[in-house]
Nanobody, 123 residues
Framework: QVQLVESGGGLVQAGGSLRLSCAASGRTFSRYAMAWFRQAPGKEREFVAAIIRWSGGNTAYADSVKGRFTISRDNAKNTVYLQMNSLKPEDTAVYYC???????????????WGQGTQVTVSP
């Protein structure tokens, strides 16, 4: 497993932008598929975006964020990012970073999780 620490959350007005970062420990970061999930109060944890291992040449997005969010990775910095633009109040949630051996849109594909970072979008 790998240790993950998210940062970059906060309060933003609707239409604004935030960039989340997830720093990973260890020297094998590039071999992991990485993903972002989110969980709003009273709701199930849901998939947001994923990026394949190594070069990150393949990505996947939830329909609700497609065209607004971009996932990327910097293997030299052991970091994965989530650029969030045109934010909406319904994007409000705790955002979790995850690492795993499977490029997946399901939580089952990931076995390492961060502690989460709160994103709040005001109307």
């Amino acid at each position: 497993q790998v240790q993950l620490v998210e940062s970059g959350g906060g309060l933003v007005q609707a239409g604004g932008s935030l960039r989340l970062s997830c720093a990973a420990s260890g020297r094998t970061f590039s071999r992991y598929a990485m993903a972002w999930f989110r969980q709003a109060p009273g709701k199930e944890r849901e998939f947001v975006a994923a990026i394949i291992r190594w070069s990150g040449g393949n990505t996947a997005y939830a329909d609700s964020v497609k065209g607004r969010f971009t996932i990327s990775r910097d293997n030299a910095k052991n970091t994965v990012y989530l650029q969030m633009n045109s934010l909406k109040p319904e994007d409000t949630a705790v955002y979790y970073c995850a690492a795993g051996n499977t490029f997946s849109t399901g939580t089952w594909g990931y076995d390492s999780w961060g502690q989460g970072t709160q994103v709040t979008v005001s109307p």
